[in-house]
């Protein structure tokens, strides 16, 4: 229980927080971006099967792929592309925690 607890708070509750402390003038917008980050998820669709609740899901789909977080790295270097960089990165970092917590 406190698995899932953790990983949606990193999916929903962190993002909100980091856009009211580092955006507080347009914190909505932001953390909607942040939300919409949410939809690399659809790679899971791919997968077989769809969901696997004891799947790491890291380096399995292709948008979770070391590939894809090296990018998402790469998004925080510039300023237009950082919010969604910092969304998608704290998206693998939630998925890593995950990860880690199943193999406890």
């Known amino acids: ?24 003038n347009s914190w909505k917008k932001v953390w909607l971006i942040f939300l919409a980050t949410m939809l690399i998820d659809l790679d899971h669709l791919v ?4 969901f696997d609740p004891n799947r790491c899901s890291i380096d399995v789909h292709l948008l979770h792929s070391y590939l894809a977080f090296g990018i998402y790295l790469f ?18 970092i939630a ?7 199943q193999n406890i």
């Open 1 to 24: 229980m406190w698995q899932h607890i953790l990983h949606y708070s990193f999916h929903f509750l962190l993002p909100g927080l980091i856009a009211f402390v580092f955006y507080r």
């Open 47 to 50: 997968a077989t099967p769809i």
């Open 75 to 92: 998004l925080l270097l510039f300023k237009k592309s950082r919010i969604v960089g910092v969304a998608l990165v704290l998206h693998i």
């Open 95 to 101: 998925d890593l925690i995950d990860c880690y917590m």
